[in-house]
């Protein structure tokens, strides 16, 4: 499933980015209502345990945060950004190639501008 296999590149930015004391997106993902979850993340990462660390993850951290799913998902989720006044958005299209991963970035930049 895509949310799993997300959940350990979003424990890397949780425990892994920056240094203990200093990571951007441990914060962010605090003030998200996540602070306790992101700092079990943080301590199993920099402990070591890397799969511990991902498991902490869970399905709404990477759902609330990540542009996946249906389209109709996708369209919620950035009408939710939107709406919050976030006006950028960092797109890693998905795709087993580059024609693959074109098209999908075609399609979410078409998804943007609907907005």
Known sequence: MIVDDRKRGLAFSLGGMGS???NFYNAAYGRQGWADVA???RDRWQAG???GAAALVTDDMVLATTLIGTEEMVRARLRVW???GVDTVRLYPAGDDLDAR???LARAIALVRAL
């Open 49 to 51: 345990d890397r799969d």
């Open 82 to 84: 939107a709406d919050a």
């Open 39 to 41: 700092a079990q993340v």
């Open 102 to 104: 074109l098209t999908t």
């Open 20 to 22: 203990a004391s200093t």
